[in-house]
């Protein structure tokens, strides 16, 4: 199974709403990543977790809070987002946190604040 | 900021042309990876090339990697309609490559 899963595809939330972005993978890979990609540009990093450890954090506002529970599961929770932090949230996994080797995607989840 | 930087932005060509694109970084490299995007959807890897290599190949794809000039180039041959997509490449000269830094990319139109 070569697939990163996300959930949910969608959210619409307020700016006051708490809300939780899901990422699965199950290669055994031992690197997750989350990105942010805004419209017509190249995602960018924001946290980087290894051996589901945080690694990496991209200076990265605190509304943002990730959470990896295990080797599996990356969670991205959210709360008090503005409306700049719309854009598509892209999961990933490598076998190791280094860019020698590919990353596999998720389809993203596509994150309105209204 | 971007690691790299592709070149052209935006490319249109017929079907059965052959596509370019080139990006450059500014910092060594261990290696430099191209993906392709689908319009709103997950990237899709699609070569690595690694720093000591030159030129690599992957059925439709020819990468080329120049370390001297700290520029790539991504070539498709004989493109499809179902090429059309969005081209990053992404270096790993971030975070002691620990972690992956994209191109702005390049968006590929391929009309039938």
């Known amino acids: 199974d070569t697939e990163v899963t996300q959930t949910p595809k969608h959210l619409v939330m307020g700016m006051t709403n708490k809300k939780s972005l899901k990422c699965e993978q199950h290669m055994g890979h031992r690197a997750m990543y989350w990105y942010k990609q805004k419209a017509k540009k190249p995602p960018e990093l924001m946290f980087v977790?290894?051996?589901?450890?945080?690694?990496i954090n991209e200076s990265v506002p605190s509304r943002f809070s990730p959470e990896c529970p295990n080797s599996s599961l990356l969670n991205l929770h959210l709360h008090a987002l503005q409306p700049e932090d719309s854009a598509l949230y892209l999961c990933?996994?490598?076998?190791?946190?280094?860019?020698?080797?590919?990353?596999?995607f998720g389809p993203g989840t596509r994150l309105t604040v209204t | 900021s971007q690691q790299g930087e592709e070149d052209p932005q935006a490319l249109s060509i017929q079907e059965g042309e052959n596509a370019t694109m080139n990006c450059s970084y500014k910092?060594?490299?261990?290696?430099l990876q191209w993906y392709r995007q689908n319009s709103g959807r997950g990237l899709v890897h699609l070569i690595l090339i690694r720093s000591n290599e030159r030129e690599k190949h992957s059925g439709r794809l020819r990468v080329t990697l120049d370390t001297s000039k700290k520029s790539s180039s991504l070539l498709i041959t004989a493109s499809r309609a179902a090429d059309t997509a969005s081209y990053f490449c992404?270096?790993?000269?971030?975070?002691?490559?620990?972690?992956?830094?994209f191109g702005k990319g390049t968006t590929l139109s391929v009309s039938s």
């Open positions: 990933a996994s490598s076998p190791w946190a280094s860019g020698t080797y590919e990353q596999y």
């Open positions: 977790y290894s051996y589901e450890k945080l690694s």
């Open positions: 910092t060594s490299i261990n290696n």
């Open positions: 992404a270096t790993d000269a971030r975070q002691a490559g620990t972690a992956l830094i």
